[in-house]
């Protein structure tokens, strides 16, 4: 019998063999291992075992100054409010107000701090509703000047200007021609600048009552009269006018 086939492959330690080999492959991958462990080294049980015992008794160390601090301070407190040897109740008892009032002022104080803070949180907060306010009345106020023109609607004439103009010139008082005049007859116009006296400026003034003569505040009632019922006449007119045009 002849040899098998797989038998007469050349053998990967065969000088003359140029595939991969096994061998090689495995004993690169443990060496990259044990170079990577190395590099590691691991802190060692002992060790981490101090670390731990080292923290706790830090913790217990700390917790010890502070049980040992509070004890202090209770009992220098509790000394306070004890009575000394020798000392009289009137002597204790005005310690203990001094004491207690000091207290009083030290909490007092830390308090104050919020309450300064409480203050200027409130202080700011009113100067933003006096600017919030402002600005809604600035804008009420351009809302009013501005025009709603609805769908449909027509001007038929040019808008009457009711605003005096800035630089326009002042009319001098009592210049303007009312529409009583018309209604009081003339004679009546000519007693009235009669009992008008001149003043520095050179405006004439009405006089008085109580320097007019008899004759004079007839004649001024009379003038009076006769106004008031031309005042209510031109009302009628235009109350009229008003119902006709409705």
Known sequence: MGRMSRYKKIK???????????????TSAK???????????????????????????????????????????????????????GESKKEYFNRIDQEATQEVAEALKASRKMRDARKKHLKDRKE???EKKR???ENASFDLTKDNVRFGDVVMQPPSITAKPR??????KGSKALLLHSLIPQNTK???????????????????????????????????????MAYRMIRKQRLQEKEEIV
């Open 12 to 26: 990967s330690c065969d000088p003359f063999y140029k595939g991969p080999k096994k061998e090689s492959k495995a």
């Open 128 to 130: 933003k509703m006096k």
């Open 31 to 85: 060496s990259l291992a044990k170079k990577e462990k190395l590099g590691e080294q691991g802190m060692p049980r002992a060790a981490k075992d101090l670390m731990k015992r080292q923290l706790v008794m830090k913790k217990t160390a700390v917790k010890k100054r502070t049980v040992r601090k509070q004890k202090k301070t209770a009992q220098s407190e509790m000394k306070k409010f004890q009575r000394i040897p």
């Open 135 to 137: 600005l809604s009345q």
């Open 190 to 228: 000519d007693t009235n600048v009669q009992n008008r006296t001149p003043d520095n400026s050179g405006i004439p003034k009405t006089k008085k009552r109580k320097h007019m003569s008899a004759l004079e505040q007839e004649k001024a009632d009379k003038e009076r009269e006769h106004a008031i």
């Open 167 to 172: 630089k326009a010139a002042e009319a001098n």
